[in-house]
């Protein structure tokens, strides 16, 4: 979080899997425009996207980078945090390839 603005409860934070374009509910920033999604909002969009079967691999979400003090953020969807059992603590190369930038985790 970037600590200058609010958090206030939104109803369209979009999130598009392929082609498919999905509207969930959850809270945005009102400085940075930073995006939070309850977990419990997540899964139901995940459930919906399995049955339309466009949850497979690889895992693609669309996001928003934020703006930070420091730079440009990242927040990594907790699907695959969870999927990938990440800690929070690891080791990343991260790559520049064209327009995709490719995260490894190390170790
Ligand atoms: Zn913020």
Redesign the pocket.
């Given at each position: 979080?970037?600590?200058?603005?609010v958090l206030v409860p939104v109803d369209d934070i979009v999130s598009e899997i392929e082609t498919y374009t999905f509207v969930e509910r959850g809270r945005r920033?009102t400085?940075?425009g930073?995006e939070f999604i309850p977990d419990e909002e997540s899964q139901r969009m995940i459930k919906v996207a399995r049955r339309l079967g466009l949850w497979g691999e690889p895992l693609r979400l669309h996001r928003k980078l934020?703006r930070s003090g420091r730079g440009t953020v990242l927040r990594i969807p907790t699907d695959i945090e969870r999927s990938l059992g990440l800690r929070g603590d690891e080791e990343v190369t991260i790559t520049k390839a064209g327009r995709k930038i490719v995260v490894e985790i190390r170790g």
């Open positions: 979080m970037c600590g200058k603005g920033c400085a940075c930073e934020s």
